[in-house]
């Protein structure tokens, strides 16, 4: 396992992780990929759609929610740095 698969994996197994992530979609989705991208964000420094992948998302759901997510967790980011 590699030290970005540690530290990404931990956290994917938690308690946190309510729902299968396949299961999600619309505004659920797009809140919970973006609260994911934050994590993954802070934990490794960067996040690629292949961490999203491996926390659960599907190609699927990346292709169609990512950009939306993604503009979420950097207003958010935003908003609590302010």
Do not use: N, Y
Request: glycine fraction near 4%; hydrophobic fraction near 40%; aromatic fraction near 2%.
């Amino acid at each position: 396992m590699s030290e970005r698969q540690r530290l990404l994996t931990p956290r994917a197994a938690s308690a946190r992780t309510t729902a299968p992530r396949p299961d999600l979609a619309g505004k659920t989705a797009i809140e919970t990929m973006a609260d994911d991208m934050r994590i993954a964000l802070t934990r490794t420094g960067s996040v690629t759609r292949d961490d999203l992948l491996q926390i659960g998302w599907t190609s699927v759901q990346v292709t169609t929610f990512g950009d939306r997510a993604r503009e979420l967790a950097v207003r958010l980011s935003h908003a609590q740095a302010a």
